[in-house]
C-alpha cells in the first residue's frame, strides 16, 4: 500500500510559478506511475500530468499545462514534483497527486489506485 501527501500550494499571482511535491511511503514507489490531477470549483476532477515508474522516461501533459507544468520525480526520496510555471487563474484547483501500479503514465482517473488528499493553488488576476 502506499500513502501520499501533497505539499506546496498556495496563493500566487497570473504569471508566478509554482512546485507541488507528493512524498510516498512504501518501499515499492519507484515502480510506480504517478499522475497530477486537479478539480477546481463546480468542475470534474481532470488529468494534469503523469511520469512513468522506475526511471520516469515517459511523461504525458493535459494540453492545456503542456510547456508550462513539468512533471518529476526522485526515487531516492519518494516524491514526485510538479513544476507549475505561467500560472494563470484557471489553474486555480485542488491538486492531487495518484500513484498507478503498472508502470506506465495514465491519464484517467480510474487507472489510479492510490490518492492523496490534496493541495490547494489559488492563482490571482
Known amino acids: 500500500q502506499l500513502q501520499l501527501v501533497e505539499s506546496g500550494g498556495g496563493l500566487v499571482q497570473s504569471g508566478g510559478s509554482l512546485r507541488l511535491s507528493c512524498a510516498a511511503s512504501g518501499r515499492t514507489f519507484s515502480s510506480y506511475a504517478m499522475g497530477w490531477f486537479r478539480q477546481a470549483p463546480g468542475k470534474a476532477r481532470e488529468f494534469v500530468a503523469a511520469i512513468s515508474g522506475s526511471g520516469g522516461v515517459l511523461t504525458s501533459y493535459a494540453d492545456s499545462v503542456k510547456g508550462r507544468f513539468t512533471i518529476s520525480r526522485d526515487n531516492a526520496k519518494n516524491t514526485v514534483y510538479l513544476q507549475m510555471n505561467s500560472l494563470l487563474p484557471e489553474d486555480t484547483a485542488v491538486y492531487y497527486c495518484?500513484?498507478?501500479?503498472?508502470?506506465?503514465?495514465?491519464?484517467?482517473?480510474?487507472?489510479?489506485?492510490?490518492w492523496g488528499q490534496g493541495t490547494q493553488v489559488t492563482v490571482s488576476s
Open positions: 495518484a500513484a498507478n501500479k503498472a508502470p506506465w503514465p495514465r491519464r484517467s482517473q480510474v487507472d489510479y489506485d492510490y
